[in-house]
């Protein structure tokens, strides 16, 4: 029978080997790490360096194919 509409999902996985058992434990101590200190390393608080002046940038219309071969790509 289907669970009521808007009712919260469960997943049951029945196994007899300790590897099974260890690498779910793995995955769910890793989840919550990621939860609870965040998936990604920038937040917003840090600029980035400023670009070195004699920096190659190359200003190319980016709806047309790139030459990768002049350097760094801005679009313009």
């Given amino acids: 029978m ?4 808007g ?6 996985v029945s196994t007899s ?3 099974a058992t260890a690498v779910g434990v793995v995955v769910l101590v890793l989840g919550t790490y990621e939860a609870v200190h ?6 917003g608080d840090r600029r980035p360096p400023e670009m070195a002046p004699d920096r190659r ?3 190319q219309d ?3 194919p790139l030459d990768y071969s ?3 790509i801005r679009c313009k």
């Fill in 17 to 19: 080997s300790g590897f």
């Fill in 57 to 59: 940038v190359s200003e």
């Fill in 7 to 12: 009712a919260a999902g469960s997943v049951q």
């Fill in 2 to 5: 289907p669970p009521p509409h």
């Fill in 70 to 72: 002049l350097g760094n």
């Fill in 62 to 64: 980016c709806t047309k």
């Fill in 38 to 43: 965040g998936g990604l390393p920038y937040t």
